[in-house]
């Protein structure tokens, strides 16, 4: 997903056999199916997007590339009466240079809205995020997995909206495996906001707290998220969009920041259907004890919007992911990476 080495998930679903992408496949196939084949009337309802990516990574003082594909897509469908389902999905796959290893993951989301007045709209959501990797042929499809549940609510005044969430997650995978003696419990709280002073700009942010709470040794551990963004459209062609990220937790001293600035090109007179191409430069640091080094990256996007409204960043971007955050701190990290 955006940044320069998201990775998502899933657990229980798709575990059999065909791994992860299978499920996912399968999933999306079902999804766009009922976008494309909708009504023409019905499709009035819908918003949300696709952006398929190509990202090439550099790891600074270690002769790695890394060379990666993603799919991700959002979409909401008004099913009247104030009731909003929508849904996200993400999914990549990771190739490392001269090494016989691949890494994988994906997450797939669902939240059921209800808008309590023009203001006010609360409801609950659902996400599974996975990550796997492929070892010298041997398949692991899920080194960690989560699902995570929660409510959530939003308030719009104006130009202003302002979110909110609670929410609680389980752990998977062989690390789920590993920490089940351990007794976790993992805890998630999120705030957002988003300003749009006029049709062509949009600024934001988001903010998240993870909180593990290992029974087995009676301690916290805190993981926190924070970014900033914004999107603008200089004309009816280009759009320029930029982020920035940072995940801490103080135990280890560990930080993660990400910084990504990118543009987009409007190819719907070209290619007669709503059409875009971006491309972004990202750059993450993970910085542990003060020994950091730096990942560069550059991503291109294809985005194909849906529906009436559209989302302003390319969904494979360092924005959109700060704009429109998961639910964890941990899978935000690492969709945004």
């Given at each position: 997903?955006?940044?320069?080495l998201?990775?998502?998930?899933q657990?229980?679903w798709g575990?059999s056999d065909?791994?992860?992408?299978p499920?996912?496949?399968?999933?999306?196939?079902?999804?766009?199916?009922?976008v494309?084949?909708?009504?023409?009337?019905?499709a009035?309802d819908?918003?949300?997007?696709?952006?398929?990516g190509?990202?090439?990574?550099?790891?600074?003082?270690?002769?790695?590339?890394?060379?990666?594909?993603?799919?991700?897509?959002?979409?909401a469908y008004?099913?009247g009466?104030?009731?909003?389902?929508?849904?996200r999905?993400n999914?990549?796959?990771?190739?490392?240079s001269?090494?016989?290893?691949?890494?994988?993951?994906?997450?797939?989301?669902?939240?059921?809205?209800?808008?309590i007045?023009?203001?006010?709209?609360?409801g609950v959501?659902?996400?599974?995020?996975?990550?796997?990797?492929?070892i010298?042929?041997?398949?692991l499809?899920s080194?960690?997995?989560?699902?995570?549940?929660g409510?959530?609510?939003?308030?719009?005044?104006?130009a202003?909206?302002?979110?909110?969430?609670?929410?609680v997650?389980d752990t998977?995978?062989?690390?789920g495996?590993?920490?089940?003696?351990?007794?976790?419990?993992v805890?998630?709280f999120?705030l957002?906001?988003?300003?749009?002073?006029?049709?062509?700009?949009?600024?934001?942010?988001?903010?998240?707290?993870?909180?593990?709470?290992i029974?087995?040794?009676?301690?916290?551990?805190?993981?926190?998220?924070?970014?900033?963004?914004?999107?603008?459209?200089?004309?009816?062609t280009f759009?320029?969009?930029?982020?920035?990220?940072r995940?801490?937790?103080?135990?280890?001293?560990?930080?993660?920041?990400?910084?990504?600035?990118?543009v987009?090109?409007?190819?719907?007179a070209m290619?007669?259907?709503?059409m875009?191409?971006?491309?972004e430069?990202a750059?993450t640091?993970?910085d542990?004890?003060?020994?950091?080094?730096?990942?560069?990256?550059?991503?291109?996007?294809?985005?194909?919007?849906?529906?009436?409204?559209t989302?302003?960043?390319?969904?494979?971007?360092t924005a959109?992911?700060i704009?429109?955050?998961?639910?964890?701190?941990i899978?935000?990290?690492?969709?945004?990476f």
């Amino acid at each position: 997903k955006s940044g320069d080495l998201e990775v998502k998930r899933q657990a229980t679903w798709g575990m059999s056999d065909g791994g992860v992408f299978p499920m996912t496949r399968n999933f999306m196939v079902a999804l766009l199916g009922s976008v494309f084949l909708a009504p023409a009337a019905m499709a009035q309802d819908f918003s949300g997007g696709l952006t398929f990516g190509l990202a090439r990574s550099n790891i600074s003082d270690v002769d790695v590339d890394l060379t990666g594909l993603s799919l991700d897509g959002r979409l909401a469908y008004n099913i009247g009466s104030g009731v909003t389902i929508g849904s996200r999905f993400n999914t990549f796959s990771l190739d490392v240079s001269d090494a016989d290893l691949d890494l994988n993951g994906n997450l797939i989301g669902l939240d059921v809205s209800y808008a309590i007045s023009d203001a006010f709209s609360a409801g609950v959501f659902y996400e599974h995020a996975e990550v796997g990797v492929d070892i010298s042929g041997t398949s692991l499809s899920s080194v960690a997995s989560s699902n995570t549940y929660g409510i959530e609510g939003s308030y719009t005044t104006g130009a202003l909206k302002l979110g909110a969430f609670v929410s609680v997650s389980d752990t998977g995978g062989l690390i789920g495996l590993a920490l089940a003696s351990a007794d976790v419990d993992v805890r998630s709280f999120g705030l957002s906001a988003s300003y749009s002073p006029s049709s062509q700009l949009t600024v934001g942010g988001s903010a998240i707290r993870t909180t593990f709470d290992i029974g087995a040794i009676n301690q916290d551990f805190d993981v926190d998220y924070i970014g900033l963004a914004g999107v603008y459209d200089i004309n009816d062609t280009f759009t320029v969009f930029g982020g920035l990220s940072r995940t801490s937790q103080n135990d280890l001293d560990l930080d993660v920041t990400t910084i990504g600035l990118g543009v987009a090109y409007d190819l719907t007179a070209m290619a007669g259907m709503p059409m875009s191409v971006s491309l972004e430069l990202a750059r993450t640091t993970p910085d542990l004890g003060g020994s950091d080094i730096d990942v560069d990256t550059v991503r291109l996007g294809l985005s194909i919007p849906l529906g009436t409204k559209t989302t302003k960043a390319p969904l494979n971007s360092t924005a959109d992911a700060i704009l429109n955050p998961s639910h964890n701190a941990i899978t935000q990290t690492v969709l945004n990476f």
